[in-house]
C-alpha cells in the first residue's frame, strides 16, 4: 500500500481521540483546551475508560499523552478505539524502549510518530494536535522540524506575518515516521506549494536524498541546517579523508537535491513565500535604488561578497530614467537622493523592472526629514503589482518604520531592516534556481566518451586486496586511474642509487624522485619528494637522503624504494587536486580545488555527490576561488577546461563502478592550455565489501540505469528501444498522454484527466532511481538504426513514447505498486507484456519481495495479461470496483 496513505491517517483523520493518563501533563491540558468541535470529531479518553468494544466509537488517530510506564497500554486503546496512527507525545527514556512502542503499534496495525514529538497542526482542518502553542494561520507552507521546541518559537514568530501553513510537524525521535516519509508526503500534499525544514541529522542517507529530490522536483524546498559545526574533524589516509567535514557534505547534498538551504532563521519564510511565487528562475544580477548613497554602497559590498552582479543599466533604462528623474547620476545602484518621492520611487522602480539586463530589484528607503515615507511605500506596493521581477525591500531602521515594513510584508513583499540581510535573502534564492538545475541532471555511471578498462581495474584490486593490502602505491594507483584514460607520468622505481641513475638517464633530466612505501601518507610531510634533480650526481645523493628523511620521521615505514618521472614543464600549469572519501553516511564524495602541498592548508575544495556529467563538473569547478586563475589570468592563456572536465566524469566512473574505493588523491593535477596530466595519485580500498558488492548500492544517488536500454524487434519487424524514463522526455510523455483514448486514460488514472498538470509531467519524468523506476518503450530516433537500418536513422521521425510501465517502492520498501499504459494503437502487439517483465526483473534484481497493483474491474484486456504473467487477482475489500493484483518476487508472505 502507498505511504500517502498512511500518513492520510495521521495528518487527515476523520476522527481524533486524546489518550490522556492518571496524572495529566499541563501541556495536555492544553490540548484538551484546543479540542473544539467540528471536523476532525474529537474525544479525550483516560486509560481507565470502559473497553470501546468492536461496536464502540472509532478514532482514526490517537494523541498519546501519558507517563512513560502508561504508554504500552495507551498503544493499545488506541488499537481497540481501531486508530491507525498513533502520536507519542511522551518522551522516551531509552532507545530501546522507544523500539519497543514501535514493535508494538506495528503489531496492532499502527503507524507511530516520535516518541517525544511536540505533535503537529493542520489549520485548514482547525486540528491542533500538539503543544506548539495557538493553531497558526492556515496556508501553503509546511514546516517539517526535528527540533518540536523550535517549531513552537518559529509559529509564534510568524503570527502577526502573512504567512499561513498547511502542516507544521514535529518529528520527535523518529523511531517509525521519520523526515523522508512525511516528504514522501508533502510532495503529493495539495495543500502544500512550499516546504521549510529543520534538519539536524539523517539516518537513511538513500531515503532521504531519494524523498528530498523528489520533492524539490515539484515544490520549492528550504533548509536550516543545525549542527553545522565540525568539531570531530574527519582522519583518512589521504588529504580527501581530512578535508572536509560533515556541514560540507551536508551542503553538497542539499545541493544536488535541489533544495535551498539558508543559514539564517530569519531566511526560512522569506525565501519559501518567494519561491511559492516566482515561476521563472531568478538570476544573479542585481539592480538596487535608494533614497541614499550609503545604502546603495552596503548593498554593493554585500552583493559582491555574495557573488551577485550589480551591471550597468541598460541604455534604455539610462534614456527613460533621464526623462523621468533629470540630474540623477544614472548608475546601479541608482541613487534617488534624501528628497526622493514616491513619484520618484515610482518611477525608477518601472524603469529597472523594464531592463533585461537585471534579473531582480531591491529597493531601499532609509528614514529622513520631510520625506513622505507612507506614500513611499504605497507607491512601491502599488508598482511591485505590476512587475514580474522578484522585488525585494529594505526599508532601513526599526520603530519609526516598524508599520511600514509590515505594509510590504502584507503585500508579499519580502522587507528587511538592514542592507545585508536583504542582500543575502536575494542571493539565497537565487542559489535556489541554481541548485534546481543540478536536480535535473540525470548523469549515467559510465559517460560513454571512452570505454574503461573494467575488468584490467578490477583484478588491480582484486590482488592488491589479495596480498593482505589495501593502500595502492603510486605506480598501482597510476595504473587505475589510466585504466579509465586519466593521463598520468611517467614512474618508474628503482630500488637503488645505479638503478635511478640509469632510469633517469633513459627519462631525461630534470626528473622528480619520491619515495615508494605503502606507510607514507602525505610524501612532503617526511622530505619523501625531491623536484628537479638535474643530473646523475644529484639522483645518486638526493636517493640516499630520501631514503634517510624518512626513516628519521617514521622509523618503522616500509619502504620500496624511490620512484622517478620526469619534471613537469611548463610556464603557465596550475595545481589542482582531485580526490575522494567515503562519508559513513552519504558514500563517497568527490572533492575538487586548489592542489600542491598546502591543500589542507589552502582549503580551496567544493565537493559534488557521483555520478557526474560535464554540466555537473563545470559547475563543480566554477565553484572554486581556483577557478578565477583557470581563464586567462596573469599572461596565462584559459586551460583546456573540456579536459579537466573530463577528468572530472572519468573519477566519477571510477567510483560508481569500484566501489571498494574509499579514499583517493590526486595531487597535483598540473593543467594548462594544452591539457592535463596527473603527477601523483594514491588510493585506498576497503577491504570489507567483498568480491561482488551490490551495484551501486554504495551511493547516495543512483545513477541513471543505462545498463537497461535495450534495442527490441516489433511484431510487425520494425524496432523500439526499451529504456528507463529521463527528464529530456516530458514533451514526448505529454505527446503520449494526449494521444490516449479516453478509455486508455481512464484504465489508467482512474479519472478523465486528459493532459499532465505540469507539476504531474515533472514528477513522472525527473524521478529518482531508488525509489522508483519508469522504462518507456520509444519507437523513431536511433533505434530506427537498428541492425540493418544504416543510414536510415538520420531519417527517421522525431522519437515518440508508445508504452509507460512504472514501480514505486512501498513504504515498507521490500515492495512496490506499478503502473502500465500502452499506445491505443501498439495495444495487442505484446508490448504490455514484454514491459511487465522488464519492470518485474528490475524489481526482482532490485531485491523486492512483491510487486502489486491495483486495475479497474472492468479492464478485461489487463485482468487477463495479469493473470498470463503469473499474478493473483483479488478485489480489493475496500472498493469493489477495483481489482488488486500482486506477484511474489521472493519468499514471503503472499497474504
Known amino acids: 500500500?502507498?505511504?500517502?496513505?498512511?500518513?492520510?491517517?495521521?495528518?487527515?483523520?476523520?476522527?481524533?481521540?486524546?489518550?490522556?493518563?492518571?496524572?495529566?501533563?499541563?501541556?495536555?491540558?492544553?490540548?484538551?483546551?484546543?479540542?473544539?468541535?467540528?471536523?476532525?470529531?474529537?474525544?479525550?479518553?483516560?486509560?481507565?475508560?470502559?473497553?470501546?468494544?468492536?461496536?464502540?466509537?472509532?478514532?482514526?488517530?490517537?494523541?498519546?499523552?501519558?507517563?512513560?510506564?502508561?504508554?504500552?497500554?495507551?498503544?493499545?486503546?488506541?488499537?481497540?478505539?481501531?486508530?491507525?496512527?498513533?502520536?507519542?507525545?511522551?518522551?522516551?527514556?531509552?532507545?530501546?524502549?522507544?523500539?519497543?512502542?514501535?514493535?508494538?503499534?506495528?503489531?496492532?496495525?499502527?503507524?507511530?510518530?516520535?516518541?517525544?514529538?511536540?505533535?503537529?497542526?493542520?489549520p485548514a482542518r482547525q486540528l491542533n494536535a500538539g503543544r506548539m502553542g495557538p493553531l497558526p494561520a492556515a496556508g501553503q507552507v509546511a514546516l517539517v522540524s526535528q527540533s518540536g521546541v523550535l517549531n513552537g518559537a518559529v509559529l509564534d514568530w510568524v503570527a502577526d506575518s502573512a504567512v499561513g501553513f498547511s502542516l507544521a510537524v514535529s518529528?520527535?525521535?523518529?523511531?517509525?515516521?521519520?523526515?523522508?516519509?512525511?516528504?514522501?508526503?508533502?510532495a503529493s500534499d495539495a495543500q502544500t506549494r512550499s516546504v521549510v525544514v529543520y534538519l539536524e541529522a539523517v539516518r537513511d542517507s538513500r531515503s532521504f536524498m531519494s524523498a528530498?529530490?523528489?520533492?524539490?522536483?515539484?515544490?520549492?524546498?528550504?533548509?536550516?541546517?543545525?549542527?553545522?559545526?565540525?568539531?570531530?574533524?574527519?582522519?583518512g589516509l589521504t588529504h580527501s579523508g581530512a578535508l572536509c567535514g560533515s556541514d560540507a557534505i551536508y551542503s553538497a547534498a542539499l545541493r544536488r537535491a535541489g533544495a535551498l538551504q539558508i543559514r539564517l532563521f530569519t531566511q526560512m519564510f522569506t525565501a519559501a513565500r518567494i519561491l511559492a511565487s516566482t515561476s521563472g528562475p531568478l538570476g544573479q544580477r542585481l539592480g538596487v535604488l535608494a533614497n541614499g548613497n550609503g545604502p546603495g554602497v552596503l548593498a554593493a559590498d554585500q552583493a559582491w561578497f555574495q557573488q551577485l552582479s550589480l551591471p550597468p543599466l541598460s541604455q534604455a533604462t539610462r534614456d527613460t530614467l533621464a526623462l523621468a528623474l533629470p540630474g540623477r547620476t544614472l548608475a546601479n545602484p541608482l541613487n534617488l537622493g534624501a528628497g526622493a518621492s514616491a513619484d520618484d520611487f515610482g518611477a525608477a522602480l518601472a524603469a529597472l523592472a523594464a531592463d533585461r539586463e537585471l534579473d531582480g530589484i531591491l529597493v531601499m528607503l532609509a528614514p529622513t526629514s520631510g520625506i513622505d515615507a507612507q506614500a513611499i511605500t504605497q507607491r512601491v506596493i502599488q508598482a511591485v503589482a505590476k512587475v514580474r521581477k522578484p522585488v525585494f525591500a529594505c526599508w532601513m531602521g526599526?520603530?519609526?518604520?516598524?508599520?511600514?515594513?509590515?505594509?510590504?510584508?502584507?503585500?508579499?513583499?519580502?522587507?528587511?531592516?538592514?542592507?545585508?540581510?536583504?542582500?543575502?535573502?536575494?542571493?539565497?534564492?537565487?542559489?535556489?534556481?541554481?541548485?534546481?538545475?543540478?536536480?535535473?541532471?540525470?548523469?549515467?555511471?559510465?559517460?560513454?566518451?571512452?570505454?574503461?578498462?573494467?575488468?584490467?581495474?578490477?583484478?588491480?584490486?582484486?590482488?592488491?586486496?589479495?596480498?593482505?593490502?589495501?593502500?595502492?602505491?603510486?605506480?598501482?594507483?597510476?595504473?587505475?586511474?589510466?585504466?579509465?584514460?586519466?593521463?598520468?607520468?611517467?614512474?618508474?622505481?628503482?630500488?637503488?642509487?645505479?638503478?635511478?641513475?640509469?632510469?633517469?638517464?633513459?627519462m631525461g633530466f630534470p626528473v622528480?624522485?619520491?619515495?615508494?612505501?605503502?606507510?607514507?601518507?602525505?610524501?612532503?610531510?617526511?622530505?619523501?619528494?625531491?623536484?628537479?634533480?638535474?643530473?646523475?650526481?644529484?639522483?645518486?645523493?638526493?636517493?640516499?637522503?630520501?631514503?634517510?628523511?624518512?626513516?628519521?620521521?617514521?622509523?618503522?615505514?616500509?619502504?620500496?624504494?624511490?620512484?622517478?618521472?620526469?619534471?613537469?614543464?611548463?610556464?603557465?600549469?596550475?595545481?589542482?587536486?582531485?580526490?575522494?572519501?567515503?562519508?559513513?553516511?552519504?558514500?563517497?564524495?568527490?572533492?575538487?580545488?586548489?592542489?600542491?602541498?598546502?591543500?589542507?592548508?589552502?582549503?580551496?575544495?567544493?565537493?559534488?555527490?557521483?555520478?557526474?556529467?560535464?554540466?555537473?563538473?563545470?559547475?563543480?569547478?566554477?565553484?572554486?576561488?581556483?577557478?578565477?586563475?583557470?581563464?586567462?589570468?596573469?599572461?596565462?592563456?584559459?586551460?583546456?577546461?573540456?579536459?579537466?572536465?573530463?577528468?572530472?566524469?572519468?573519477?566519477?566512473?571510477?567510483?560508481c563502478e569500484l566501489p571498494w574505493i574509499a579514499e583517493m588523491d590526486i595531487n597535483p593535477v598540473i593543467v594548462d592550455e594544452g591539457g592535463l596530466v596527473a603527477v601523483d595519485a594514491r588510493v585506498v580500498l576497503d577491504p570489507a565489501l567483498g568480491a561482488s558488492p551490490a551495484r551501486h548500492a554504495h551511493m547516495a544517488i543512483m545513477p541513471y540505469p543505462a545498463h537497461l536500454t535495450r534495442v527490441l524487434a516489433a511484431p510487425d519487424g520494425g524496432f523500439y528501444t526499451l529504456r528507463a524514463i529521463q527528464s529530456e522526455d516530458a514533451d514526448r510523455l505529454q505527446a503520449f498522454m494526449k494521444n490516449l483514448s479516453a478509455e486508455?486514460?481512464?484504465?489508467?488514472?482512474?479519472?478523465?484527466?486528459?493532459?499532465?498538470?505540469?507539476?504531474?509531467?515533472?514528477?513522472?519524468?525527473?524521478?529518482?532511481?531508488?525509489?522508483?523506476?519508469?522504462?518507456?518503450?520509444?519507437?523513431?530516433?536511433?533505434q530506427a538504426g537498428a541492425p540493418g537500418a544504416g543510414e536510415s536513422a538520420r531519417e527517421s521521425p522525431p522519437e515518440r513514447i508508445v508504452g509507460v510501465v512504472r514501480y514505486l517502492l512501498n513504504i515498507d520498501r521490500e515492495s512496490c505498486e506499478f503502473a502500465v499504459a500502452i499506445a491505443d494503437d501498439w495495444q495487442g502487439k505484446h508490448l504490455g507484456s514484454t514491459m511487465m517483465r522488464a519492470i518485474i526483473e528490475a524489481a526482482r534484481v532490485k531485491g523486492l519481495r512483491r510487486i502489486e497493483g491495483y486495475v479497474l474491474s472492468t479492464n478485461a484486456r489487463m485482468l487477463g495479461l495479469m493473470i498470463h504473467l503469473g499474478f493473483t487477482v483479488k478485489t480489493d475489500p475496500q472498493d469493489a470496483t477495483m481489482k488488486l493484483v500482486w506477484m511474489q518476487l521472493s519468499p514471503g508472505d503472499s497474504s
Open 212 to 235: 528530498l529530490r523528489a520533492l524539490a522536483a515539484v515544490k520549492p524546498v528550504i533548509v536550516l541546517k543545525g549542527h553545522r559545526d565540525d568539531q570531530a574533524p574527519r582522519r
Open 744 to 782: 486508455s486514460r481512464y484504465f489508467r488514472f482512474i479519472s478523465v484527466l486528459s493532459e499532465l498538470p505540469p507539476r504531474m509531467l515533472v514528477r513522472y519524468t525527473q524521478i529518482d532511481y531508488d525509489r522508483e523506476l519508469a522504462l518507456v518503450a520509444v519507437v523513431g530516433g536511433e
Open 512 to 655: 622528480v624522485m619520491k619515495i615508494n612505501a605503502a606507510d607514507v601518507t602525505h610524501k612532503s610531510d617526511v622530505g619523501g619528494v625531491v623536484l628537479n634533480v638535474r643530473n646523475a650526481a644529484e639522483v645518486r645523493s638526493q636517493y640516499l637522503e630520501i631514503l634517510a628523511s624518512v626513516q628519521r620521521a617514521l622509523p618503522q615505514a616500509r619502504v620500496d624504494g624511490v620512484t622517478l618521472q620526469s619534471m613537469r614543464r611548463g610556464r603557465h600549469g596550475r595545481e589542482l587536486y582531485l580526490g575522494v572519501f567515503r562519508d559513513p553516511l552519504f558514500g563517497p564524495v568527490i572533492a575538487f580545488g586548489a592542489g600542491g602541498t598546502r591543500v589542507e592548508v589552502v582549503r580551496d575544495t567544493t565537493l559534488e555527490f557521483p555520478p557526474l556529467n560535464r554540466y555537473l563538473a563545470r559547475r563543480m569547478i566554477e565553484r572554486t576561488r581556483i577557478a578565477e586563475t583557470l581563464g586567462e589570468f596573469r599572461g596565462a592563456p584559459q586551460i583546456d577546461f573540456e579536459r579537466l572536465e573530463a577528468l572530472l566524469v572519468a573519477v566519477s566512473e571510477m567510483v
Open 1 to 122: 500500500m502507498d505511504h500517502h496513505h498512511f500518513l492520510s491517517h495521521l495528518f487527515e483523520p476523520d476522527t481524533v481521540a486524546l489518550i490522556v493518563g492518571a496524572q495529566v501533563p499541563p501541556w495536555a491540558l492544553e490540548i484538551v483546551r484546543q479540542f473544539d468541535a467540528g471536523p476532525p470529531a474529537r474525544r479525550v479518553l483516560g486509560l481507565d475508560a470502559p473497553d470501546p468494544g468492536g461496536e464502540g466509537p472509532r478514532s482514526e488517530l490517537a494523541l498519546i499523552a501519558v507517563a512513560p510506564d502508561e504508554v504500552p497500554a495507551a498503544i493499545a486503546l488506541a488499537a481497540r478505539c481501531h486508530a491507525r496512527a498513533v502520536s507519542v507525545m511522551t518522551e522516551h527514556l531509552d532507545p530501546a524502549q522507544a523500539g519497543q512502542w514501535r514493535d508494538l503499534a506495528h503489531t496492532l496495525g499502527m503507524r507511530l510518530l516520535g516518541p517525544g514529538t511536540m505533535g503537529f497542526v493542520r
Open 398 to 506: 526599526d520603530r519609526g518604520m516598524r508599520p511600514l515594513a509590515r505594509q510590504l510584508d502584507a503585500a508579499g513583499i519580502p522587507v528587511y531592516s538592514v542592507p545585508e540581510a536583504a542582500v543575502d535573502a536575494y542571493a539565497t534564492v537565487a542559489n535556489f534556481h541554481q541548485n534546481q538545475r543540478l536536480l535535473q541532471q540525470t548523469p549515467r555511471a559510465l559517460s560513454g566518451s571512452a570505454q574503461p578498462d573494467l575488468e584490467g581495474a578490477r583484478i588491480l584490486i582484486d590482488s592488491v586486496l589479495g596480498e593482505g593490502r589495501h593502500v595502492l602505491n603510486e605506480m598501482e594507483s597510476k595504473a587505475l586511474l589510466g585504466a579509465f584514460h586519466v593521463p598520468v607520468t611517467r614512474t618508474v622505481l628503482a630500488r637503488s642509487q645505479t638503478e635511478a641513475i640509469v632510469v633517469a638517464e633513459q
Open 171 to 186: 518529528l520527535g525521535a523518529e523511531v517509525d515516521i521519520d523526515l523522508a516519509q512525511v516528504l514522501d508526503f508533502l
